[in-house]
């Protein structure tokens, strides 16, 4: 029996592909000006799934990409914000 769970953990540590990771699979990578948003998020997110887990760690992963792309999409929006209001203030007080 020893041996069997032996062999049987060699087959299946054989068999573990390499990460590899397709980005945010059937979602945009991020947006339109800035293509690789989330990219970064989604590659943690698969990282996660590959190398597997229980469900709650699952959930937890998914969480996690969640969180991550609202940060990004954040961060995005403060930058466009930032820059808006310098469009404004050249336009008004300036021109």
Same mark, same amino acid.
């Given at each position: 029996?020893?041996?069997?769970?032996?062999?049987?953990?060699?087959?299946?540590?054989?068999?573990?592909?390499?990460?590899?990771?397709?980005?945010?699979?059937?979602?945009?990578?991020?947006?339109? /000006?800035?293509?690789?948003?989330?990219?970064? %998020?989604?590659? *943690?997110?698969?990282?996660?799934?590959?190398?597997?887990? #229980?469900?709650?760690?699952?959930? /937890?992963?998914?969480?996690?990409?969640?969180? %991550?792309?609202? *940060?990004?999409?954040?961060?995005?929006?403060?930058?466009? #914000?930032?820059?808006?209001?310098?469009?404004?203030?050249?336009?008004?007080?300036?021109?």
């Amino acid at each position: 029996m020893v041996f069997s769970l032996i062999v049987s953990s060699v087959i299946q540590a054989e068999d573990i592909k390499p990460f590899k990771s397709d980005g945010c699979s059937s979602f945009p990578n991020g947006t339109f /000006e800035q293509n690789e948003l989330w990219l970064k %998020c989604c590659t *943690a997110h698969d990282y996660d799934y590959w190398k597997g887990g #229980t469900y709650t760690e699952r959930l /937890e992963s998914d969480k996690a990409l969640k969180a %991550c792309a609202e *940060a990004e999409n954040s961060k995005s929006v403060r930058t466009l #914000t930032k820059k808006l209001n310098l469009v404004l203030y050249v336009y008004f007080f300036i021109t």
